[in-house]
């Protein structure tokens, strides 16, 4: 199963837009609260099987949601974007 057509290009922009703007320090939180919901939705979505590869892929999405979970929380670093910008 995977993102439909119509999706494609929202997916797109989210994984590379989110990931970039992470990887700057751009609007980080946004950002990362973006990708932490993404990946929500496509562990239990699409990665909820029972088979092994099934399990392993649901397990990174959970855990990249952590990650980026504490990025909402915690902000960017003082090396991005957004520290020099204030």
Do not use: Y
């Not at 992470?22 to 950002?31: D, F, K, P």
């Not at 562990?43 to 392993?56: C, E, K, P, Y």
């Not at 980026?68 to 204030?86: C, E, P, R, T």
Request: without cysteine; charged residues 10%.
């Amino acid at each position: 199963m995977g993102v439909s057509s119509a999706l494609l290009p929202l997916a797109i922009l989210v994984e590379f837009g989110g990931g970039f703007l992470v990887l700057i320090g751009l609007q980080t939180r946004l950002a990362a609260f973006l990708l932490f919901g993404f990946s929500l939705v496509a562990a239990v979505l699409f990665h909820s099987g029972s088979d092994m590869n099934s399990q392993i892929m649901f397990m990174k999405n959970i855990s990249m949601a952590g990650g980026l979970l504490a990025l909402v929380i915690f902000g960017a670093g003082g090396l991005s974007v957004d520290k020099k910008l204030k």
